[in-house]
Structures are given as C-alpha cells and as structure tokens.
C-alpha cells in the first residue's frame, strides 16, 4: 500500500511557552507585550488536509492600531461597504453597563472596563446569535493577553480567517489629534501611557511576527487614503463590496 502524503501543522510561536498567570481583574500593562504573540496563533494556526479545497472562509477583521488611528472609522466603512458586522468594545460595555458598575474598582473608569476579561464572556453571548455568514469586524477587541487568548479559542469554532491592520501613526500627530478631541481619556498624561503601551505591543509584533498576515497602513494619509489602502487589501483577501 503506497504511504499517504504528509500533513504538515503549523504552529505559532507560542505553541510550548507557558504564559504566567495575571490577576483576573486589569491585567498589568507589561501583559500587553505578550498580546501579539497570542494573536499570531490566531493569525497563523493553520492545519492542511488531504481533503477536498476547503470552502472559502469569510473574514475575522482586526485592526490594531494607537489611539486616536482611526480604528472606529474604518470598522463602521468596512461593514457599510462589504456588509461585513461589527462588534464594538463599546456596544459591549454599553450593553452590560449594570454588571460593569457592579464589577469595576474605586477610580476605575467605565472606558477602562473594556480591559476586564468580562469582555470575553460579552463577545461570546454575541457571537451566539451573530450573523457570521459575512464574516465579522471587531472594534476595540482584543485589548488585552487574557482577551487575546480568549479570542483565539474561539476562532476555530467561528470558522473565519484571520486579516489585520497595523495602522502607523506618528506619536506626535497622535497629540495633534488628541488635542482636537477634548475627551477626558484623550488628556496629555492618559495619552503619553497610552502611546507607550502600544509601542510596546507594536515592538513585539515586528520582532516575533515578521512574516504573519498583517497589513501595515500608514494611517497619517488622508482618510480616503487610509480606505483606499484598507480596501485594496480586502480585495486581494477575495471580499467582494456588497452590490448595491
């Protein structure tokens, strides 16, 4: 009887590396620069088959971005233009306000809650009734290891394939558009934190996943631009723009 063929399983780099438990409540920040790792099993787990070509998978779309990129923006754009849903860390603080209440501690924000690992039990009840056949944006998840996580154990049963967007911002054009904003979270000590933990988390991408499914965007262009790039790379993943 001729051998079968090999089927290869490739891995993400996490595959034997023990991540230390955090505490269940607001990870600390220096977690964020192990968030990466754990999408890129997301982004790269992939098992060959000897089976049949499988059935073209509809998008899980994750953008990551600094503050103030533009994230929302582009979500709200891909789901008008290729009537792919979104689930907003938002909607889901929004949603669940009451527990959230109950749950955050003294001098916690509610915009701060979008780091609880409650946020994973949010998205799951969504994902319950979702429509998925189009595919699925998330706006503001994962943001944390303990979501990252969370996230990739869900994938498999999603049955969606994996895009993300680096959006580059230069740090001072960050400031510029935070002064513009007025928003409490967007104030120059929040802010400087806020650029500083995304450095962190953007740092380990590069060095770990030099070669994973991310498309990096300058997001310092014009928004039409910004779209004009987005979009070309959604093309190229085979989504086709809802016919009107």
């Known amino acids: 009887m001729p051998l079968l063929p090999r089927w290869t399983v490739k891995r993400g780099i996490l595959g034997g590396l023990e991540i230390p438990d955090f505490p269940e409540r607001l990870m600390p920040k220096r977690a964020l620069l192990v968030l990466p790792l754990l999408l890129g099993n997301v982004l790269w787990a992939q098992v060959a088959t000897p089976a049949a070509p499988p059935a ?6 994750i953008l990551i971005g600094p503050p103030l990129s533009g994230k929302t923006t582009l979500v709200e754009s891909i789901t008008r233009t290729y009537n792919v849903p979104n689930i907003s860390v938002e909607d889901l603080i929004k949603d669940n306000g009451p527990e959230l209440e109950h749950l955050r501690g003294q001098g916690i924000s509610m915009a701060e809650m979008r780091y609880d690992p409650a946020m994973s039990r949010y998205l799951r009840d969504r994902l319950k009734t979702a429509d998925l056949s189009h595919g699925l944006a998330l706006d503001g998840y994962p943001a944390t290891l303990v979501q990252a996580e969370d996230l990739s154990k869900m994938v ?3 049955k969606l394939k994996a895009i993300a967007f680096q959006l580059k911002v230069p740090d001072d054009v960050i400031r510029q558009r935070a002064r513009k904003t007025g928003r409490q979270s967007d104030n120059s000590q929040i802010l400087e934190q806020r650029i500083k933990d995304y450095h962190r988390e953007m740092d380990a991408i590069s060095l770990y996943f030099p070669d994973a499914n991310i ?4 997001a310092n262009k014009s928004e039409a631009e ?9 093309d190229g993943a085979g989504l086709k723009p809802m016919t009107k």
């Open 56 to 61: 073209i998978q509809q998008p899980l779309i």
């Open 156 to 158: 498999p049963d999603l």
């Open 215 to 218: 498309v990096a965007v300058d």
């Open 226 to 234: 910004v779209w004009k790039a987005v979009q070309a790379a959604l």
